[in-house]
């Protein structure tokens, strides 16, 4: 019979060799969840208990794996630079798309701040490239109405 810490922290026991190893199949314990013997005060690692070593070394227990962290949203906005590049500004839309696609590329090197850095990049450069092309859009139209005006009077 065994007392096992488990993954909450909590001491639960005594327990049995049959019950540890169905444990095992279910993967709620691994080589490095530790126990202590009946009648033991040492804790120690299931895998460095002889009644488990076997198990271990078949590899029916789980290998321990480290926790999984989140890895944080980092937007490329490629769609946005595209758009902007083919209805605003030719010039600083390609700008946004060249730091867009370097997003994904720094990404999946693990680079996570180069990719926030060039999100934020091509998101500024997309914003840049819609205020280019709205105000050249008002210039245009401000232009061809006083061009119209003055055709007018002209007649």
Known sequence: MFTIIGADGKEYGPVSTEQI???FAEGRANALTQMKAEGSTEWKPLGSF???AASVASGAVPPPTAPVQPRPHVPNYLVPAILSTV???LPFGIVAIV???QVNAKLQAGDMRSAMEASRRAKTWCWIAVAC???AT???LTLLK?????VHRAW
């Open 21 to 23: 190893r169905q444990w």
């Open 50 to 52: 002889p009644e488990f």
């Open 87 to 89: 209805c605003c500004c």
């Open 99 to 101: 730091f867009a696609a």
């Open 133 to 135: 092309g709205l105000i």
């Open 138 to 140: 008002l210039l245009w």
């Open 146 to 150: 006083l061009h119209a005006i003055g």
